[in-house]
């Protein structure tokens, strides 16, 4: 929808995911794609949803979203952030790679999409294949050449022409 910049935004619950986020920093960077997740950067006295996260999904060439539940208690619940920033991908129409720990269930709302599970020991291969399957699908190919010379496209544009 957007013209998009070499990066992946990663939306997350912070005090569920990091070992998976620490791996998907990895992949991205040996892939030349900048990784990016609102918790990285600090906007003091900014609209903190507009300028860390809906622009940054916006630039972005594709997403990731770990749908992974928070433990508050002993009751599993699912991050209402990173559910709304998966809102807003689906919105913006953007190639998105979600994620859930085989231990968790997909909530209602999400549950009819497709989603990766894994558990520890196959992230890091199932990651490595949708992040390349991900850049080959979402690369944006270099523009055409223009047919006619700049001087004959001046030329034109003086004389009112439109091509």
Not at 54 to 59: A, E, G, H, N, V
Not at 75 to 78: A, I, M, S, Y
Not at 129 to 133: P, W
């Given at each position: 929808m957007f013209s998009s910049s070499p990066?992946?935004?990663i939306?997350?619950?912070f005090n569920r995911s990091i070992f998976e986020v620490q791996l998907l920093q990895t992949l991205l960077t040996?892939?030349?794609i900048e990784p990016y997740e609102a918790g990285g950067s600090s906007a003091t006295a900014q609209q903190v949803f507009c300028l860390k996260i809906?622009?940054?999904?916006?630039?972005s060439q594709f997403c990731i979203v770990l749908l992974n539940n928070e433990t508050i208690g002993r009751?599993?619940?699912?991050n209402p952030n990173v559910h709304m920033e998966y809102?807003?991908?689906l919105g913006l129409n953007k190639y998105i790679i979600p994620f859930q720990h085989e231990d968790y269930r997909l909530e209602f709302n999400v549950a009819g999409l497709d989603t990766i599970k894994y558990n520890n020991n196959s992230f890091k291969a199932k990651a490595a294949?949708?992040?390349?399957?991900a850049i080959s699908q979402t690369a944006q190919s270099s523009p055409a050449a223009n047919p006619i010379s700049p001087d004959i496209n001046s030329y034109l544009v003086l004389r009112g022409a439109k091509f």
């Open positions: 990066s992946c935004f939306a997350y619950g040996d892939r030349r809906c622009s940054k999904i916006i630039q009751v599993q619940k699912p809102g807003l991908m294949a949708a992040i390349d399957q």
